[in-house]
């Protein structure tokens, strides 16, 4: 434990004006309060609060940001209060003192309460005055220090990941390297220590291999940055376990492929040296362009300076070069303490950190969502993957451009199966939405949803992926089952026999298929012909009909069969056109309420023992399917009509009570080639009637044609497609 001279002397020994009474008083008022507290490492609790407050002297801060390290538990964990704080020590350690106990209540709340919200105001609290971030990252770096002595393992867990998440990065913002790497490093240790071990190890192993690798290169630098007449302070260190893991995560590679484990750091005199320095070093070795980077001239939001490079070494290896100015590397190290002023006893503001910090303030204060927080501090290190919160706040880190079905799977595979929608920040919005730092996703869930096919286009990460293809295969089967046990079942019929499970058990082998079931589903897919099947189980059955045209057997119903001939005999069977989508063999029907015509937008729904009924995809029958979305089939036209008036137009029309009305309807429906095959009166008064015509035509556009016309006769009101 750093003893109360001790103390006072490293102080003084940077700010010689130092109010001493104050560390002295401060001092022996946390050794009375704390008492005979212990840590958990059996140590005084007191020996905590004089280390942190050693930590924050070796930052060289003010003599208020070491009084609030001697006392920043006192609060939490004594009989102390704010005010009796604000009248020994005066009203900024108190109020310091009460920043710092606010962020250490967070941390216990933080496993129940909502993360993003915490965060948030983790944020707010330290923006008041940033010494309480860094009396409290003083605070977490002796607490990770000491780390090991805390018996139970899911804390050390919980406090490592929250270090690793949080402090680091906020300390990397804030431009304190020194902090963050010693922060990681403890982390690193306690969250993956099979991880650290094996990269200690590799690293003892090349070291014994190429010893003392490290001076040879700093000489070799050395000399020839002189012989340019340059004058360099090099030094050179392996990089942190931690930075060396994390590199083989991002860039996947294995430590073989890492050669540049070495990092060499030239400190010169001034700017125009920097670049010096750096022209010297390409000249000599070769230089690894995609390394290099210039901070000099665009340094880092958190202020940062400096050049890197990478070059070939002396000894052929790959090492990462780091050419800066004294100052700059003082900047580097302490980041935002730097920038400390004494005399004034307030810090510059002028630092590019306090530019960050008030722009974030700003952000948060207009916006109340934590995406940009994240954005800066959480998620610096995370460039890949963005993070979502369940409602309860729970965080859910994903792939970037994951949607939330993604996020839906993520959270549980039923929740993904069951998803029908997704509000995102309160807002409903559709499921192939991607998602951004910070939203909040609430999954809307029903049983009676199953996941959709369409979904595999905006999944990203593999676990929904594979459930909806899963799921999509058994659908499928389940559909070709259905369409395949109709087929067969039609085609026995009409030479009067049944389809048994035993007749077909019977051929299955002809087949090559291992069950009847399976011969049911190859029909359904159109792999195996109904009629095939049929004569293996009847093999005395004549080929009495002929195979339909293109393999397809079309049953047009949607226009009175025998009633309306086709506009040319001469030419196909019926004058239909063929469907897309659908399986070969199938039997169509066209829906009688909604008439649907070549051109327009159509659904086929499967109908057991009657094939697929086509409608218009705004037919308002079809929400009589919308529980079932295994009978749905995606159908379209192959082109449009060829002229034949093969389909059923029905239109709604409103006639004047006079007169030639009728006639002249007629008459402008025949010279455009429709032929009226039904008319009906739905409504009669004195003035009009209201009546429903079936038009025979060859599709969606000469229906549009005769609409049009019928609009423009004097004696016809209204016009409209009519629907069901
Ligand atoms: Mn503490």
Same mark, same amino acid.
Request: aromatic share 6%.
């Given at each position: 434990?750093?003893?109360?001279?001790?103390?006072?002397?490293?102080?003084?020994?940077? +700010?010689?004006? &130092?109010?001493? +009474?104050?560390?002295?008083?401060?001092?022996?008022?946390?050794?009375?309060?704390? *008492?005979?507290?212990?840590?958990?490492?059996?140590?005084?609790?007191?020996?905590?609060?004089?280390?942190?407050?050693?930590?924050?002297?070796?930052?060289?801060?003010?003599?208020?940001?070491?009084?609030?390290?001697?006392?920043?538990?006192?609060?939490?964990?004594? +009989?102390?209060?704010?005010?009796?704080?604000?009248?020994?020590?005066?009203?900024?350690?108190?109020?310091?003192?009460?920043?710092?106990?606010?962020?250490?209540?967070?941390?216990?709340?933080?496993?129940?309460?909502?993360?993003?919200?915490?965060?948030?105001?983790?944020?707010?609290?330290?923006?008041?005055?940033?010494?309480?971030?860094?009396?409290?990252?003083?605070?977490?770096?002796?607490?990770?220090?000491?780390?090991?002595?805390?018996?139970?393992?899911?804390? /050390?867990?919980?406090? &490592?990941?929250?270090?690793?998440?949080?402090?680091?990065?906020?300390?990397?913002?804030?431009?304190?390297?020194?902090?963050?790497?010693?922060?990681?490093?403890?982390?690193?240790?306690?969250?993956?220590?099979?991880?650290?071990?094996?990269?200690? &190890?590799?690293?003892?192993?090349?070291?014994?291999?190429?010893?003392?690798?490290?001076?040879?290169?700093?000489?070799?630098?050395? %000399?020839?940055?002189?012989?340019?007449?340059?004058?360099?302070? #090099?030094?050179?260190?392996?990089?942190?376990?931690?930075?060396?893991?994390?590199?083989?995560?991002?860039?996947?590679? %294995?430590?073989?492929?890492?050669?540049?484990?070495?990092?060499?750091?030239?400190?010169?005199?001034?700017?125009?040296?920097?670049?010096?320095?750096?022209?010297?070093?390409?000249?000599?070795?070769?230089?690894?362009?995609?390394?290099? @980077?210039?901070?000099?001239?665009?340094?880092?939001?958190?202020?940062?300076? %400096?050049?890197?490079?990478?070059?070939?070494?002396?000894?052929?290896?790959?090492?990462?070069?780091?050419?800066?100015?004294?100052?700059?590397?003082?900047?580097?190290?302490?980041?935002?303490?730097?920038? $400390? #002023?004494?005399?004034?006893?307030?810090?510059?503001?002028?630092? =590019?950190?306090?530019?960050?910090?008030?722009?974030?303030?700003?952000?948060?204060?207009?916006?109340?969502?934590?995406?940009?927080?994240?954005?800066?501090?959480?998620?610096?290190?995370? !460039?890949?993957?963005?993070?979502?919160?369940?409602?309860?706040?729970?965080?859910?880190?994903?792939?970037?451009?994951?949607?939330?079905?993604?996020?839906?799977?993520?959270?549980?595979? !039923?929740? *993904?199966?069951?998803?029908?929608?997704? @509000?995102?920040?309160?807002?409903?919005?559709?499921?192939?939405?991607?998602?951004?730092?910070?939203?909040?996703?609430?999954?809307?869930?029903?049983?009676? !949803?199953?996941? %959709?096919?369409? $979904?595999?286009?905006?999944?990203?990460?593999? @676990?929904?992926?594979?459930?909806?293809?899963?799921?999509?295969?058994? /659908?499928?089967?389940?559909?070709?089952?259905?369409?395949?046990?109709?087929?067969?079942?039609?085609?026995?019929?009409?030479?009067?026999? !049944?389809?048994?499970?035993?007749?077909?058990?019977?051929?299955?082998?002809?087949?090559?298929?291992?069950?009847?079931? +399976?011969?049911?589903?190859?029909?359904?897919?159109?792999?195996?012909?109904?009629?095939?099947?049929?004569?293996?189980?009847?093999?005395?059955?004549?080929?009495?009909?002929?195979?339909?045209?293109?393999?397809?057997?079309?049953?047009?119903?949607?226009?009175?069969? *025998? @009633?309306?001939?086709?506009?040319?005999?001469?030419?196909?069977?019926?004058?239909?056109?063929?469907?897309?989508?659908?399986?070969?063999?199938?039997?169509?029907?066209?829906?009688?309420?909604?008439?649907?015509?070549?051109?327009?937008?159509?659904?086929?729904?499967?109908?057991?023992?009657?094939?697929?009924?086509?409608?218009?995809?705004?037919?308002?029958?079809?929400?009589?399917?919308?529980?079932?979305?295994?009978? $749905?089939?995606?159908?379209? $036209?192959?082109?449009?009509?060829?002229?034949?008036?093969?389909?059923?137009?029905?239109?709604?029309?409103?006639?004047?009570?006079?007169?030639?009305?009728?006639?002249?309807?007629?008459?402008?429906?025949?010279?455009?080639?429709?032929?009226?095959?039904?008319?009906?009166?739905?409504?009669?008064?004195?003035?009009?009637?209201?009546?429903?015509?079936?038009?025979?035509?060859?599709?969606?556009?000469?229906?549009?044609?005769?609409?049009?016309?019928?609009?423009?006769? =004097?004696?016809?009101?209204?016009?409209?497609?009519?629907?069901?």
């Amino acid at each position: 434990m750093i003893r109360q001279f001790e103390l006072v002397e490293r102080v003084h020994s940077y +700010d010689p004006g &130092a109010d001493e +009474d104050v560390l002295n008083r401060a001092y022996v008022y946390g050794l009375k309060k704390h *008492g005979t507290q212990l840590r958990a490492s059996g140590d005084p609790y007191f020996s905590h609060p004089v280390e942190v407050a050693g930590i924050l002297a070796e930052m060289r801060l003010d003599t208020s940001s070491i009084v609030t390290g001697l006392l920043h538990d006192t609060l939490e964990d004594t +009989d102390a209060t704010r005010d009796e704080l604000a009248r020994l020590f005066g009203e900024e350690v108190a109020r310091l003192v009460d920043g710092v106990t606010k962020l250490s209540r967070l941390e216990v709340q933080s496993e129940s309460t909502k993360e993003a919200e915490n965060l948030r105001k983790l944020v707010l609290a330290m923006s008041t005055d940033i010494r309480v971030l860094l009396v409290k990252l003083a605070d977490r770096l002796h607490n990770m220090r000491t780390l090991h002595h805390i018996k139970e393992a899911p804390r /050390r867990k919980r406090i &490592a990941r929250e270090t690793m998440d949080l402090y680091a990065p906020l300390a990397s913002r804030i431009g304190m390297e020194k902090v963050k790497r010693e922060l990681e490093e403890l982390a690193f240790k306690e969250l993956n220590p099979d991880g650290r071990d094996s990269v200690l &190890a590799r690293l003892g192993y090349l070291k014994e291999k190429g010893e003392q690798i490290v001076p040879q290169v700093e000489a070799e630098l050395a %000399s020839t940055l002189l012989e340019g007449g340059l004058v360099a302070q #090099v030094s050179g260190r392996e990089k942190t376990p931690y930075s060396i893991w994390r590199k083989m995560q991002q860039k996947n590679v %294995s430590f073989e492929q890492l050669a540049d484990i070495m990092a060499f750091r030239i400190i010169v005199a001034d700017i125009a040296q920097c670049y010096q320095a750096l022209g010297l070093l390409h000249g000599r070795y070769q230089m690894l362009p995609q390394r290099f @980077k210039d901070y000099i001239s665009v340094p880092k939001p958190n202020g940062y300076r %400096s050049l890197h490079t990478g070059v070939i070494g002396p000894h052929g290896q790959r090492i990462e070069i780091q050419i800066r100015t004294a100052d700059m590397q003082e900047q580097a190290e302490r980041g935002v303490a730097a920038h $400390w #002023v004494y005399k004034q006893g307030r810090p510059s503001t002028d630092a =590019p950190q306090y530019a960050w910090l008030r722009s974030l303030i700003e952000i948060l204060d207009k916006s109340s969502n934590a995406e940009d927080f994240l954005e800066h501090t959480k998620l610096e290190m995370f !460039q890949d993957q963005v993070f979502c919160f369940t409602p309860k706040g729970k965080l859910i880190s994903l792939p970037r451009g994951a949607t939330p079905i993604d996020f839906a799977y993520a959270v549980h595979s !039923q929740v *993904g199966d069951t998803c029908v929608g997704a @509000k995102i920040n309160g807002r409903m919005l559709p499921l192939r939405t991607q998602l951004t730092n910070g939203d909040q996703i609430d999954i809307v869930t029903s049983k009676a !949803q199953t996941p %959709s096919p369409t $979904w595999e286009r905006f999944a990203v990460t593999g @676990k929904a992926r594979a459930a909806i293809r899963r799921f999509v295969r058994v /659908r499928q089967r389940e559909q070709y089952l259905q369409l395949g046990r109709s087929l067969l079942e039609k085609t026995f019929d009409e030479e009067g026999y !049944q389809v048994t499970e035993k007749g077909l058990d019977g051929v299955k082998a002809n087949f090559k298929q291992a069950s009847a079931e +399976d011969l049911i589903a190859n029909v359904g897919a159109g792999l195996t012909g109904a009629r095939e099947v049929l004569m293996a189980v009847y093999p005395g059955l004549k080929q009495q009909r002929k195979p339909p045209a293109g393999g397809a057997e079309v049953v047009p119903i949607g226009r009175p069969r *025998g @009633k309306a001939k086709p506009r040319d005999p001469a030419g196909k069977e019926n004058g239909q056109i063929a469907l897309t989508g659908l399986i070969p063999g199938m039997a169509v029907h066209f829906a009688r309420c909604c008439h649907p015509l070549p051109g327009d937008r159509i659904v086929g729904i499967v109908t057991t023992g009657k094939g697929v009924t086509i409608h218009t995809i705004d037919c308002a029958t079809l929400e009589s399917f919308s529980e079932a979305p295994e009978r $749905w089939i995606d159908v379209g $036209w192959e082109g449009m009509g060829d002229g034949s008036a093969a389909y059923t137009g029905r239109l709604k029309i409103t006639v004047a009570n006079q007169p030639g009305s009728l006639s002249s309807l007629s008459t402008v429906i025949a010279r455009h080639e429709g032929n009226i095959s039904n008319l009906r009166i739905v409504n009669r008064s004195m003035d009009f009637f209201d009546m429903v015509i079936d038009v025979e035509v060859a599709d969606v556009r000469h229906l549009a044609d005769i609409t049009a016309a019928l609009r423009a006769t =004097p004696a016809i009101n209204a016009v409209e497609r009519a629907r069901n």
